[in-house]
Structure formats: C-alpha cells, structure tokens
C-alpha cells in the first residue's frame, strides 16, 4: 500500500505504525502536507476551531477512511456530502471514556459540595463552613448509555448512590440494570437529583434539553452537560438557573466557546469548565493506540472499529 494517511500527531511519535502508507504530518495549518487527492486516511485535527478538520475534505477523492480523535463526529459530518460513496466515517470510542468520566464526577462533587464557592472565599481569606449536599443517597440519570456513559456509571458506585437510571436511543439490557428509551425520559426526570448528559449530538438530540424537559428536573437538582453544547436549549437553561430552581455543571456550551459577556458565567448555580473532557495526559497514549490498531487493520483490509457511518448508505 503506497496511499498517503495523514495523522496530526507526528507519525515518527507514534511507536508500532504499520509500513507501506505514506504518513503525512497535518495538525490544520494553512498549507497542506501533500496533495489531498492521494489521502486515503484521514485522522482529523484535534480540538481546532470550526471548519478546520472539514477544510481538506472537498479535495480528498481518493480517501476511504475519515477517522476523529474525538468521541462526536458531529463537527466533521457536515463535510461528508464532499465525499464519494463508501467513506467509513470512524470515531475515537476507547480514548476518552477515562478522561470524560473522571471530568463529569469532578464536576459534580464540586457543585453539590459548593467547591466554587471555597475558592472564592479563600481568594479572600474567609472561612466558611456549613452544611453543603452529598452525593450519596442521591438518583442519578444518565442521558447517553454509550461507552462514556458507562464509564460514569463505573465511577459512580462506589459513592452509595440510591438508584442509578439509564437512558439512550434505544432499551437494551445491562449487566448493571436497564436501558431506558428517550421516550421514558418524562417520567424518569422528576426523581433525578443529578442528571448527566452524554449522548452524542445528533438530530434528535439537539436540544433535547428544552424548557420541558427542564421544567420536568426537581427542585434543587443538577444538570450535568459533558457532551455537546448543543444538547442544551441555552436560554432554557438560563432562565431556570437564574431563578434558581436549578444548578448546573457545564463543561460545554453554546455558543462555544463562550463570550466574556456572556451571562451563562456569571448565573448563580452554574460551574463552567472550557470543554476540558478529553485533553488530559490519557489523551495521547490512548489515541496513539487506537491509530495504530485501525492502520493495522486498514492496511491488511480487516474490519475498521468504531465505524459510526459509511457515506452514501441508505441510513445516511
């Protein structure tokens, strides 16, 4: 195999890469490393502004595999109508569960137990004790039973929670208990003290959470967003935190990033982290390994993993 792949990391960093492609080192700079014609392996750029990773597509009439470094695909799907038939579409399920889960309990623990607050209180050198929620004995939701979801779960457990309940596209059945449909969502909303959002953004996620859906959380509870921004109806979301019926934790966000004067920062009851999820020191062993085993199996024409679609399927 003489096709060229292109990687955004430096392919002479990644140990155990397979001969016979042509690696070509592209992290979304203005000048291509070759001519995007002869890519047959797309590793889209990590973590860069709109429109970067979908920039070379229109000019890749050869490629045969689009693969993300992230676990959406939502900001590369747009530029998949460039594409010819038959292009595997391959996501980075595996590399963020890890880091995505140990962000979204991070999360949560610091808004029931008020940890913005006490670094507020300590930039002035006050003492402030007082009672603040556990999250044992709490119900937790979680919106996206996928891989990250599941790796939340795992994380949960051992904070003797009272019930945790699942929900995704479809009901399916786990060793840990059952998968609820998004249809039973209305009636799982009111008994949730925390619910997390990790499902994909999608159609039918794109605001699923909507001033209904909103309206259904209980008093007092906290909404968990480490998925897409888009997930979330912004304006529903800041007109029941600024009164207070709800907090939330927000590691994404829309618009993103966030503008200064925003008034998401500045609501009562809301902790935003900058869509830190994933770029941790997990990032990169993990995503070393995943290019290495997919360019092993591209090369000798064995099954790809992760493969979320194929261009010109019918269920495209």
């Given at each position: 195999m ?8 430096p ?6 890469l397979?001969?016979?492609?042509h ?14 014609a ?5 590793v ?5 502004p ?14 045969r595999?689009v ?7 939502d ?8 594409l010819?038939?038959g ?13 995505t ?30 009672f ?6 709490k ?9 990250i ?7 949960l457990?051992?904070?003797e929670?009272a019930?945790?309940a699942r929900?995704?596209?479809s009901a399916?059945t786990?060793?840990r ?5 998004l ?28 001033a ?14 480490v ?6 109806d912004?304006e ?12 939330a ?9 966030l503008?200064?004067?925003h008034?998401?920062?500045?609501a009562p009851?809301?902790l935003?982290?900058p ?8 990032f990169?062993p ?17 099954e ?13």
């Amino acid at each position: 195999m003489t096709a060229d792949v292109w990687l955004p990391i430096p392919p002479d960093e990644i140990e155990g890469l397979p001969e016979g492609p042509h690696y070509r080192h592209w992290d979304g700079e203005e000048d291509f490393p070759a001519d995007p014609a002869d890519c047959a392996f797309y590793v889209v750029p990590y973590m860069k502004p709109p429109g970067i990773g979908v920039r070379p597509l229109p000019l890749m009439r050869s490629v045969r595999v689009v693969q993300t470094l992230s676990a959406g695909t939502d900001h590369v799907e747009p530029g998949l109508r460039h594409l010819p038939p038959g292009v595997r579409l391959c996501n980075a399920r595996g590399v963020h569960e890890a880091s995505t889960a140990e962000l979204t309990l991070t999360l949560i623990l610091s808004s029931l137990r008020g940890i913005p607050d006490f670094v507020r209180a300590q930039d002035k050198g006050e003492w402030k004790g007082g009672f603040r929620p556990a999250l044992a004995d709490k119900n937790v939701l979680i919106v996206g039973y996928g891989s990250i979801g599941a790796a939340i779960e795992d994380r949960l457990v051992p904070f003797e929670l009272a019930r945790v309940a699942r929900v995704a596209r479809s009901a399916r059945t786990t060793e840990r208990g059952p998968v609820h449909p998004l249809t039973d969502l209305p009636a799982l909303l009111p008994e949730a003290d925390v619910v997390v959002l990790s499902t994909p953004l999608t159609e039918t996620t794109r605001h699923l959470v909507d001033a209904a859906f909103l309206a259904r959380m209980k008093d007092g509870a906290l909404l968990v967003n480490v998925a897409r921004g888009g997930v979330v109806d912004t304006e529903a979301l800041l007109t029941e935190v600024e009164s207070g019926r709800i907090g939330a934790a927000l590691d994404v966000t829309d618009p993103e990033p966030l503008p200064a004067e925003h008034p998401l920062w500045r609501a009562p009851g809301v902790l935003i982290s900058p869509h830190v999820g994933g770029p941790t020191s997990a990032f990169l062993p993990r995503a070393k390994r995943l290019l290495v085993d997919q360019l092993r199996r591209f090369v000798n024409q064995e099954e790809l993993r992760n493969v979320i679609l194929v261009t010109g399927a019918e269920s495209n």
